[in-house]
């Protein structure tokens, strides 16, 4: 028996499709670097709250890291009162916002962790291993 290959599959079987909702281009490089090393797959990149509940309505997606300040009308926290509307998929706010109002905010929408920025690499693999 192959182990390795048996590894392969395993991996290949828990891959989770992430979406990553960021308006700093650096940031969100950063993440989608983090995540992939960790041996995640990034589906998407966007900047903006609308931009974020469009690709969930067109696309499969197993977890969004979502900032809460974006560019245009839809902070993150709206993106995802409007996408708990038809999909539950997982979010982890990851967000210079630790304001507890803020917080509290986006406790309405069901968010399985809340990351305040500056984030270390490992505590978001953690947060995504939680999921």
Same mark, same amino acid.
């Given at each position: 028996?192959? *182990?390795?290959?048996? +590894?392969?599959?395993?991996?290949?079987?828990?891959?989770?499709?992430?979406?990553?909702?960021?308006?700093?281009?650096?940031?969100?490089? #950063?993440?989608?670097?983090?995540? $992939?090393? =960790?041996?995640? +797959?990034?589906?998407? /990149?966007? *900047?903006?709250? $609308? %931009?974020?509940?469009?690709?969930?309505?067109?696309?499969?997606? %197993?977890?969004?890291?979502?900032?809460?300040? #974006?560019?245009? &009308? *839809?902070?993150?926290? *709206? =993106?995802?009162?409007?996408?708990?509307?038809?999909?539950?998929?997982?979010?982890?706010?990851?967000?210079?916002?630790? %304001? @507890?109002?803020?917080?509290?905010?986006?406790?309405?929408?069901?968010?399985? /962790?809340?990351?305040?920025? @500056?984030? #270390? @690499?490992? &505590? #978001?693999?953690? =947060?995504? $291993?939680?999921?």
């Amino acid at each position: 028996m192959n *182990t390795n290959k048996n +590894n392969s599959i395993t991996a290949l079987e828990n891959m989770l499709d992430i979406l990553i909702v960021e308006d700093e281009f650096l940031l969100a490089l #950063l993440n989608q670097q983090i995540v $992939e090393n =960790a041996g995640y +797959n990034v589906v998407g /990149s966007v *900047t903006k709250g $609308e %931009d974020a509940i469009e690709f969930i309505r067109a696309n499969k997606c %197993d977890l969004i890291l979502m900032d809460i300040f #974006l560019e245009g &009308d *839809t902070d993150g926290i *709206t =993106a995802v009162e409007h996408i708990r509307k038809f999909s539950k998929v997982p979010v982890i706010y990851v967000t210079g916002n630790s %304001d @507890p109002k803020a917080k509290e905010r986006a406790a309405k929408t069901k968010f399985s /962790s809340f990351l305040v920025k @500056p984030v #270390l @690499p490992n &505590d #978001l693999i953690k =947060a995504i $291993e939680l999921i």
